[in-house]
C-alpha cells in the first residue's frame, strides 16, 4: 500500500504525491500490456471466455492481482462488450463473428496501484464503415478529453471536450456511465463526466489520479441493464463504443499511465 501522505480537495478527490506516479504507471503499463497481447487473439470463431482466461492468466504471471474479480460479486478478469454492448459485458461462451466490435476492459492491481484502460478491438479486422468511424470518434473524443486534463482546467473541461466532439460527429454520448478516480482505490471521488459545460465542476490540480472512459453510440444515448445485472446496453441497440486511459495531473498537463507498450492503443486491428 501507499504510505504517502496524500490530501484531499474539498470534493473529496485526493491529490498524491510525485513519487506515487511510478506505482500508476507500473500498474496502468500492465493493463496496457495485457490488452496489447490480446489484440491477436480477438478473432472471428473466438469465445470472449477464452479470451478472458488468457487475461486471467497474464496477471496472475505477472504477480498481479485482478481488480475486478470478486468486485460486487464480479468472477472475472476482464469486461468484453461486443456491438451494442455499452460496457460491463460479461465473458461468455457465445462467439465472435467477423465485423464484431469488442471493447475489452481490463483494470490491474500492481503493489496496491490500480490501472485501468480499455480499448476496441475488430474481430477479423474489417469493420464497417460506419463501425470504423465510430471507434475512431470515440478514440478522438478520449484523446481531446486528455488535452483538457491539466491544472487550472476543470471537470466540466473535460466532458464539454469529449461532449462537443462527440455530437459534432452525430453521434451521442452515453450519461449513466462515467469515469472516476483511482490511486491506491478502484473508484474514488470524482465522478469523471463524459459530457458538461466548459468552466463548470472541481478544479483540475497536480497529483490527481482518474480515468477518462467515454462511451460514444451511433444512436441515442439511453443504456439499460440486462437480467444478469451487470451488461449494459444501447436501447435503441445502436452500435457502441469506448476507450479508457488512466491518467495522472502534472505540473503542466497529464501522464497517461495505460500508454500502449506496443504502440496500439488504437487502432488494434
Ligand atoms: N473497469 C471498469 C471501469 O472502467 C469497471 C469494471 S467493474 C466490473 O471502471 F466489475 F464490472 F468488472
Ligand atoms: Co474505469
Ligand atoms: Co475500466
Same mark, same amino acid.
Given at each position: 500500500?501507499?504510505?504517502?501522505?496524500?490530501?484531499?480537495?474539498?470534493?473529496?478527490?485526493?491529490?498524491?504525491?510525485?513519487?506515487?506516479?511510478?506505482?500508476?504507471?507500473?500498474?496502468?503499463?500492465?493493463?496496457?500490456?495485457?490488452?496489447?497481447?490480446?489484440?491477436?487473439?480477438?478473432?472471428?470463431?473466438?469465445?470472449?471466455?477464452?479470451?478472458?482466461?488468457?487475461?486471467?492468466?497474464?496477471?496472475?504471471?505477472?504477480?498481479?492481482?485482478?481488480?475486478?474479480?470478486?468486485?460486487?460479486?464480479?468472477?472475472?478478469?476482464?469486461?468484453?462488450?461486443?456491438?451494442?454492448?455499452?460496457?460491463?459485458?460479461?465473458?461468455?461462451?457465445?462467439?465472435?463473428?467477423?465485423?464484431?466490435?469488442? *471493447?475489452?476492459?481490463?483494470?490491474?492491481?500492481?503493489?496496491?496501484?490500480?490501472?485501468?484502460?480499455?480499448?476496441?478491438?475488430?474481430?477479423?479486422?474489417?469493420?464497417?464503415?460506419?463501425?470504423?468511424?465510430?471507434?475512431?470518434?470515440?478514440?478522438?473524443?478520449?484523446?481531446?478529453?486528455?488535452?483538457?486534463?491539466?491544472?487550472?482546467?476543470?471537470?466540466?473541461?473535460?466532458?464539454?471536450?469529449?461532449?462537443?466532439?462527440?455530437?459534432?460527429?452525430?453521434?451521442?454520448?452515453?450519461?449513466?456511465?462515467?469515469?472516476?478516480?483511482?490511486?491506491?482505490?478502484?473508484?474514488?471521488?470524482? *465522478?469523471?463526466?463524459?459530457?458538461?459545460?466548459?468552466?463548470?465542476?472541481?478544479?483540475?490540480?497536480?497529483?490527481?489520479?482518474?480515468?477518462?472512459?467515454?462511451?460514444?453510440?451511433?444512436?441515442?444515448?439511453?443504456?439499460?441493464?440486462?437480467?444478469?445485472?451487470?451488461?449494459?446496453?444501447?436501447?435503441?441497440?445502436?452500435?457502441?463504443?469506448?476507450?479508457?486511459?488512466?491518467?495522472?495531473?502534472?505540473?503542466?498537463?497529464?501522464?497517461?499511465?495505460?500508454?500502449?507498450?506496443?504502440?496500439?492503443?488504437?487502432?488494434?486491428?
Amino acid at each position: 500500500m501507499s504510505t504517502s501522505k496524500a490530501t484531499m480537495t474539498k470534493d473529496g478527490i485526493r491529490l498524491y504525491e510525485p513519487a506515487d506516479f511510478a506505482g500508476m504507471h507500473k500498474a496502468g503499463q500492465l493493463a496496457a500490456e495485457i490488452l496489447d497481447r490480446i489484440a491477436e487473439h480477438v478473432t472471428p470463431g473466438q469465445t470472449t471466455e477464452a479470451l478472458d482466461t488468457l487475461i486471467t492468466q497474464w496477471v496472475n504471471e505477472a504477480g498481479a492481482k485482478s481488480a475486478t474479480i470478486g468486485y460486487k460479486g464480479y468472477k472475472h478478469a476482464s469486461c468484453i462488450s461486443v456491438n451494442h454492448v455499452v460496457c460491463h459485458g460479461i465473458p461468455s461462451t457465445k462467439t465472435l463473428k467477423s465485423g464484431d466490435i469488442i *471493447n475489452i476492459d481490463v483494470t490491474v492491481i500492481v503493489d496496491g496501484w490500480f490501472g485501468d484502460t480499455s480499448r476496441m478491438y475488430v474481430a477479423g479486422g474489417k469493420p464497417s464503415v460506419k463501425a470504423k468511424r465510430l471507434i475512431d470518434v470515440t478514440h478522438d473524443a478520449l484523446m481531446l478529453g486528455i488535452e483538457a486534463a491539466k491544472p487550472g482546467n476543470t471537470f466540466g473541461d473535460i466532458g464539454h471536450a469529449i461532449q462537443t466532439y462527440a455530437e459534432s460527429q452525430r453521434m451521442s454520448v452515453v450519461r449513466d456511465f462515467c469515469g472516476h478516480g483511482l490511486g491506491v482505490v478502484f473508484h474514488a471521488p470524482p *465522478n469523471v463526466l463524459h459530457y458538461g459545460r466548459a468552466g463548470t465542476g472541481p478544479v483540475l490540480q497536480e497529483g490527481m489520479f482518474f480515468t477518462i472512459e467515454p462511451m460514444v453510440n451511433l444512436g441515442r444515448p439511453e443504456t439499460k441493464i440486462l437480467a444478469d445485472d451487470w451488461t449494459a446496453v444501447t436501447r435503441d441497440k445502436s452500435l457502441s463504443a469506448q476507450f479508457e486511459h488512466s491518467i495522472g495531473i502534472t505540473a503542466d498537463g497529464a501522464e497517461i499511465f495505460t500508454t500502449s507498450p506496443a504502440g496500439k492503443f488504437h487502432p488494434t486491428f
